[in-house]
């Protein structure tokens, strides 16, 4: 079955608002819509489903997917579906889902379809204009055209072989690939410089070894003596079982336990006055004193004034429970911001109002102009002479260039098309024809204005407030406004009150603090206790001084921290002196080890060279002949099968062009196959790149007559040609023979077409050309539209073949 486009689905994507289905099960699609109503966004849309990616979008912005989304979309999100037939059960339809600057979903083309159908189905409005520059680009992997041609020729696998056996050819070109056998020849002259520095640095290392395990043994044995006689390691397991570790970090713990006892026992809390404790009182309670007389009197208006503001503000803090200043400013900032907010809705909401009448009057202007284009259409639509109304007749007879009156081959007296012929002397004899066209075009613009306007007093009217909610917010600006008043006036009693709350507090820790200082001293000297028997010595004395007593015990601490801190230095620094010593044990015997195993390498490194050699001499034979048989492929294939179809497609569409645009036969027969373009002209010479010799008309001609022929050049993997506005600067001519090569495409060729276009006339003529010509045959058109809210619609229709009933009989 011949895989074929039979629906697609958007949902806001970019500039189509809302739900857009088009049926597209058809041998030949028509796309039509006015500028911006939507037609790349369909055809986009439409790759977005079948590839998952947008190739023609991510060459014009990196950062297209942040705009995939229409703007005005309600739910922020968009989605694409595409139906396809004839893939295999393996190919799911296409469906992705559209969130932000990310989309998820599956595509309904696996990599090797989605690379076909960008580089030879879809060819899009941005890339027409480009496509030369970018067939001839030459990125990371060679140019789309050198890509293509090496996939026409078969010369991959030559072009593989060919690059594998370039660094055969020259030895130094294996010092960064091949750096085994780069080695082996450097090593052979410098083996016997490494064999002779292994055995000077056996020796150094030996003689190294030997004074680490005298300096050992210095260390080690004025602490334990039995180490005279050990091995290096008996003498680190012994030192692992000797650490002072634990006990050092319980004496420097008792330590400084001692130093925070005497600390304490120094302050003499007992030794405060009796009259320090009443003035410590006596402050307290003037301080408390104040504080009320503040809440009874300020604090009583600030909280009434809260409570007032808690009928607005739900989250305000209490001036009693936080502080006074905090929360009288934290309010204020509140307050201001919603009286600003209020005042800012009034002033929208006459603007609004103003704006609603401005627009109504622009648009009662708009109606009365649109009533007078309509009289003037009705006048001039009349004034079409009866010959032109006949020739119009004829024009969905004419397909071929024989007269339908005469039966005379209309080329034998014109080069022109007889279709093209006839069109131009039907609006010769219509000599309104272009009024009516610019009152037309008068009329679609006053019919938009008039719209536009009526979105614009929808959304005025919109931000109009309602009596009682203009009523509401000015009683709720004057209350908000007053008690702002009230917070800047309460700013000094509210600091005031801030500074009494500060005073209390203060004088009720004083005076915590005064009635337990008593209890300390007592307390110190009952917990020192407990230090003579952690230590094993004399308890304290009933008449001996606490002061004494502690710097006894610290004494006796310190004593025993020195002597640890020696035996467990010296300690350290033997094991760590030990490990160096294995450590250079270790590095004696891998030097030895080295030292085999570079003799043993030595013998075979000539017999490995010598087989490294045969090979290379082999590799080089086999890249001779697969040069030589690249060579011939160039030659034989290139011309005939690349530039032929390219030709036949040229000059059927610019028949009047004297240069036609041409594939380059390489010259060299080296290195790789690169594809260049260039012009022959109609006497045989050659011409430059067609970039500089064709017009801008002829070269989009030359862009979209190669996009073809590389399509119809290999088997189609996919048999569908989408292209977005193919018509650019063509005049009547190329648009004629366009047309007759469409038809042959999807009539004879068996190619789904989906064609995007913009002109209305050409629109027609296009559906009048692509009609069904035979039983089985269908046409779909759909044409883009927006409701007067700005949503898209897409009016389609299908076209059934059916049987001329006048004709046939």
């Not at 309670?285 to 503001?309: C, H, I, N, P, Y």
């Not at 000539?606 to 045969?614: D, F, L």
Request: proline share 3%.
């Amino acid at each position: 079955m011949t895989p074929r486009i039979t629906s697609l689905t958007a949902t806001d994507f970019r500039s189509l608002r809302g739900t857009v289905t088009v049926p597209m099960d058809s041998p030949v699609v028509l796309i039509h819509g006015r500028n911006g109503a939507g037609k790349t966004s369909l055809l986009t849309a439409m790759e977005l489903g079948l590839t998952g990616n947008l190739a023609s979008l991510s060459r014009l912005d990196p950062r297209f997917q942040e705009h995939l989304v229409h703007k005005e979309a309600m739910s922020k999100k968009g989605s694409v579906s595409i139906g396809v037939n004839g893939l295999g059960v393996e190919f799911p339809t296409g469906h992705f889902d559209i969130h932000g600057h990310k989309f998820t979903g599956k595509a309904a083309l696996d990599p090797v379809l989605t690379r076909h159908f960008s580089e030879r189905c879809y060819l899009a409005q941005s890339t027409l204009t480009r496509l030369l520059e970018l067939y001839e680009d030459k990125s990371a992997n060679g140019s789309a055209l050198t890509r293509f041609v090496k996939e026409l020729l078969g010369l991959d696998a030559l072009d593989a072989l060919i690059d594998g056996l370039y660094d055969a050819r020259d030895v130094r070109r294996l010092r960064g690939h091949a750096v085994s056998f780069w080695d082996m020849r450097e090593q052979l002259p410098s083996l016997d410089d490494e064999l002779s520095r292994l055995a000077k640095e056996l020796t150094s290392t030996e003689g190294q070894a030997t004074q680490l395990i005298q300096s050992a043994r210095e260390r080690l044995i004025p602490h334990w003596p039995e180490v005279a006689s050990l091995s290096a390691l008996a003498m680190l397991d012994l030192l692992k079982e000797q650490s002072q570790e634990p006990e050092l970090q319980r004496l420097t713990q008792l330590r400084r336990e001692l130093n925070d006892t005497v600390a304490q026992s120094q302050k003499g809390v007992s030794a405060m006055a009796a009259d320090q404790r009443v003035a410590i009182e006596t402050a307290a309670g003037a301080a408390d004193v104040a504080l009320r007389a503040w809440l009874g009197t300020s604090g009583q208006r600030m909280t009434e004034l809260f409570d007032k503001l808690g009928g607005y503000f739900s989250d305000l803090p209490s001036p009693i429970q936080n502080r006074p200043e905090y929360a009288r400013a934290y309010a204020q900032r509140v307050v201001s911001n919603e009286v600003a907010r209020c005042q800012q809705i009034q002033v929208k909401d006459q603007t609004a109002q103003k704006q609603i009448s401005t627009l109504q009057t622009d648009r009662q202007g708009l109606a009365t102009r649109l009533e007078e284009i309509d009289k003037q259409i009705v006048q001039h639509s009349g004034e079409a002479g009866q010959l032109a109304q006949a020739l119009s007749a004829l024009v969905p007879h004419v397909h071929t260039e024989e007269c339908p009156v005469c039966s005379r081959d209309f080329g034998e007296v014109s080069s022109s098309p007889l279709l093209g012929h006839l069109t131009a002397r039907i609006a010769s004899l219509t000599q309104s024809a272009g009024l009516l066209s610019a009152l037309s075009r008068e009329r679609a613009n006053t019919v938009s204005a008039v719209a536009a306007r009526d979105r614009e007093i929808g959304v005025a009217q919109a931000q109009v407030l309602t009596a009682e909610a203009r009523t509401e917010y000015g009683q709720r600006l004057a209350t908000l406004e007053q008690a702002l008043h009230d917070l800047k006036s309460l700013e000094a009693e509210a600091k005031a009150g801030e500074t009494l709350f500060g005073q209390a507090a203060n004088a009720a820790q004083a005076l915590t603090s005064a009635r337990a200082g008593d209890q300390q001293s007592a307390a110190i000297r009952d917990a020192a206790g407990r230090y003579a028997t952690v230590l094993s010595m004399d308890p304290i004395g009933a008449s001996e001084p606490l002061q004494a007593a502690l710097q006894r015990f610290l004494a006796e601490v310190s004593a025993r921290l020195e002597r640890l801190t020696a035996k467990e230095s010296a300690r350290r620094d033997g094991e760590a002196v030990l490990r160096e010593l294995l450590l250079k044990q270790q590095h004696i015997e891998a030097i030895k080890e080295r030292q085999l195993e570079r003799r043993t390498a030595r013998r075979g490194l000539h017999a490995a060279k010598e087989a490294g050699e045969r090979a290379m001499e082999q590799a080089r034979e086999l890249l001779k002949l697969a040069q030589a048989e690249r060579s011939r492929v160039v030659g034989q294939v290139f011309n005939d099968s690349l530039n032929a179809a390219w030709r036949d497609l040229f000059v059927r569409l610019a028949p009047d062009e004297p240069f036609i645009p041409a594939f380059a036969l390489p010259q060299a027969t080296r290195g790789d196959v690169e594809a260049k373009l260039e012009t022959h002209y109609r006497d045989g010479s050659k011409g430059g790149n067609p970039r500089a010799m064709l017009s801008a008309g002829n070269l989009n001609t030359a862009a979209l007559t190669l996009f073809l022929a590389l399509h119809l050049s290999v088997k189609p993997q996919l048999p569908w040609l989408i292209i977005d506005d193919p018509v650019q600067s063509m005049d009547e001519v190329h648009i004629s023979q366009f047309a007759a090569l469409l038809r042959t495409l999807s009539k004879q060729h068996g190619r789904q077409v989906i064609i995007a276009v913009h002109e209305k006339p050409l629109f027609d003529y296009l559906c009048l050309e692509l009609s069904p010509a035979f039983e089985g045959d269908r046409l779909i058109t759909v044409e883009l539209e927006r409701t007067a809210n700005g949503d898209s619609v897409a009016n389609t229709q299908v076209r059934d073949w059916k049987q001329d009933l006048a004709i046939a009989a």
